[in-house]
T-cell receptor, first 115, second 116 residues
Framework: DGGITQSPKYLFRKEGQNVTLSCEQN?????MYWYRQDPGQGLRLIYY???????QKGDIAEGYSVSREKKESFPLTVTSAQKNPTAFYLC??????????????FGPGTRLTVL | AQKITQTQPGMFVQEKEAVTLDCTYD???????LFWYKQPSSGEMIFLIY??????QNATEGRYSLNFQKARKSANLVISASQLGDSAMYFC?????????????FGTGTRLTVIP
């Protein structure tokens, strides 16, 4: 089945540690996205990538880094510079936008907790 | 200014009744798209319906319809014949063509509870 997978589902991190969240898609989508969701809030864009080996900062990129070495994979690293990383992280992918075709498909999410 | 505003933090509806979830947006781009997503307690985001700024008719997808009032910049989601499984968070989102990317701006969501 085509879809987006994220791992792990739950992640615990000690302060000062970097952690990497995995996102893989087999939908053959060019574009991929990372969002952060805090309790009672909407999604905010961290980073996005429209093509392999290229990515752009979103609204809240500070303290995060990404790579896009393969079309299927878009890992997100939460660095120690991110002051408040406890949140729910969602990865998404889409084809290049054209009407509804720009619909983003989401993974199941990773819940990160800093201890 | 917020690009997407959802003013209803929570809504209740009786099973089998219809409910309207409000969404207003702010953009100067003449070409934009509006999306509604459902987020159950499990966390994944499920696409419900899409409306393009140039679409002449209101979008419909099964029990979901979008009441698009362009002059008022509103894109309210109407769910007909509510079911218990409709209980979830609902998010309105917008994509602007001028950004050149497919980035979505999300509202803060509305929590819908369907009462048996």
């Amino acid at each position: 089945d085509g879809g987006i997978t994220q791992s792990p589902k739950y992640l615990f991190r000690k302060e000062g540690q970097n952690v990497t969240l995995s996102c893989e898609q087999n939908l053959n989508h060019d574009a991929m996205y990372w969002y952060r969701q805090d309790p009672g809030q909407g999604l905010r864009l961290i980073y996005y990538s429209q093509i392999v080996n290229d990515f752009q900062k979103g609204d809240i990129a500070e303290g995060y880094s990404v790579s896009r070495e393969k079309k299927e994979s878009f890992p997100l690293t939460v660095t120690s510079a991110q002051k408040n990383p406890t949140a729910f992280y969602l990865c998404a992918s889409s084809i290049q936008p054209s009407g509804r075709a720009g619909e983003q498909f989401f993974g199941p999410g990773t819940r990160l907790t800093v201890l | 200014a917020q690009k997407i505003t959802q003013t209803q933090p929570g809504m209740f509806v009786q099973e089998k009744e219809a409910v309207t979830l409000d969404c207003t947006y702010d953009t100067s781009d003449p070409s934009y798209g509006l999306f509604w997503y459902k987020q159950p307690s499990s966390g994944e985001m499920i696409f419900l319906i899409y409306q393009g700024s140039y679409d002449q008719q209101n979008a419909t997808e099964g029990r979901y319809s979008l009441n698009f009032q362009k002059a008022r910049k509103s894109a309210n989601l109407v769910i007909s014949a509510s079911q218990l499984g409709d209980s979830a968070m609902y998010f309105c989102a917008m994509r602007e063509a001028q950004t050149g990317a497919n980035n979505l701006f999300f509202g803060t969501g509305t929590r819908l509870t369907v009462i048996p």
